[in-house]
């Protein structure tokens, strides 16, 4: 049964760090693009980040750009969202997800992604 599970997340103070992980099960996670979405209260779903099957190509959300960075390891079976210099405009459920469509680029859009994980919340409060 494919299977993505996010951990990772937690309570931290503006300007901390989290790094989040998202292992993937049943399936090879090596050949499929990825990407990070987080979802607010009362706000719609957004890309936070994606990777391409290589990983040589990223994207980021604006309001992300040089705060956070996606990696993966595909011998693991896992992606990573490094995030630094953390806001309270950060405070969300992160979600992973999974291109199953054979795609080598990522996509920016939710529709772009087959495969979700439960989410993991992560709150940036003093």
């Known amino acids: 049964q494919l299977q993505l599970v996010e951990s990772g997340g937690g309570l931290v103070q503006p300007g901390g760090s989290l790094r989040l992980s998202c292992a993937a099960s049943g399936f090879t996670l090596g050949t499929y693009a990825m990407g990070w979405f987080r979802q607010a209260p009362g706000k719609e779903r957004e890309m936070v980040s994606c990777?391409?099957?290589?990983?040589?190509?990223?994207n980021y959300a604006d309001s992300v750009k040089g705060r956070f960075t996606i990696s993966r390891d595909n011998a693991k079976n896992t992606v990573y969202l490094q995030m630094n210099s953390l806001k309270p405009d950060d405070t969300a459920v992160y979600y992973c997800?999974?291109?199953?469509?054979?795609?080598?680029?990522?996509?920016?859009?939710?529709?772009?992604?087959?495969?979700w994980g439960q989410g993991t919340q992560v709150t940036v409060s003093s």
């Open positions: 990777i391409s099957v290589s990983g040589i190509t990223t």
């Open positions: 997800a999974a291109d199953g469509s054979g795609a080598y680029y990522c996509g920016t859009g939710q529709h772009d992604y087959d495969y």
